[in-house]
């Protein structure tokens, strides 16, 4: 058990840029769940995905936010036209199917839209 | 949408004191989660309470579930420097399987 892992660890981009995230879960994990997560705050849903298929998607989530899972394994979480707003720590989990199963974190990719 | 409040926001306790943090959400939980978040790291699990009524314990943590399903408390007895973090409940309603985290209390405890 390796963990999940986040790539890349912190992104420093220009407003307008595009930007994309990987997330890596823990390989028997089916279920892959993304959030965000601003300072003194809990995590903020915004999308999970049972094998490939992504099942829930928060609707504070505008068109600029986009996430895969082509092959069931890892996703990709892309944000285009990034606004300042948008800086945060993307975190992603993963867990296995069933109601109970924990979340299992990365270590989250801080973004920074200047 | 479900929201998920906690109570207090913020905790400054002298180490050797008791701490509890309180969860309320607006729509009845399937379940309910508790998580822990060290300064500058990410949500660690600590239990999962799923029955009307039900508490669980680990050491020194108590961990409630209310009769209605709708709130949840944890309970720290005589605090440590380690218990250092933001605590938070995250829960489940309705059809959906997404879990929703609560607002997070985070906890100082000085030595």
Redesign the interface.
Known sequence: DTGVSQDPRHKITKRGQNVTFRCDPISEHN?L?W?RQTL??????LT?FQNEAQ??K??LLSDRFSAERPKGSFSTLEIQRTEQGDSAMY?CASSLEG??S???????TRLTVT | ?QQ?M?IPQYQHVQEGEDFTTYCNSSTTL??I?W?KQRPG?????LI?L?KSGEVKKQKRLTFQFGEAKKNSSLHITATQTTDVGTY?C?G?GGA?????????T?LAVQP
């Open positions: 279920r769940y959030y003194g705050q809990g995590p903020e849903f999970y099942l829930e928060s609707r975190l109601l109970g924990p979340l299992h974190f990365g270590n989250g | 949408g998920v906690q399937s379940n989660q998580y790291g990410h949500p660690v699990f999962q799923v938070f995250a489940r959906t399987n997404k879990l929703i985290f609560g607002t997070g985070l």
